[in-house]
């Protein structure tokens, strides 16, 4: 199975298959994809495309009430996650 490199590979109706979390609450898979999103902006800059995948996907997967309320919480810098030094 391909791996989509663009947004445009996605199907409309759902995200790809990650074997990451084959039987895991999408609420995982939803957090996991926000913060790769933005530790990719960080290692690679808010300018690539590469990032661009996982904002999709999270934005897909995500309430728009639990973005709002991490992005509200990565400002404030009282996030769960240090989406700019943990790499793992």
């Not at 902006?41 to 995500?62: P, W």
Request: glycine residues 4%; charged residues 25%.
């Amino acid at each position: 199975m391909s791996v989509p490199t663009e947004i445009g590979d996605l199907p409309n109706i759902s995200c790809p298959m990650d074997p990451r979390f084959q039987n895991t609450n999408v609420s995982r898979y939803c957090f996991i994809h926000y913060v790769d999103y933005h530790r990719c902006l960080h290692l690679l800059g808010k300018d690539n495309s590469s990032c661009k995948i996982f904002k999709d996907i999270y934005q897909r997967m995500c309430p728009n009430n639990w973005i709002n309320t991490w992005d509200q919480r990565r400002e404030k810098g009282n996030f769960a996650r240090d989406c700019k030094t943990e790499l793992d």
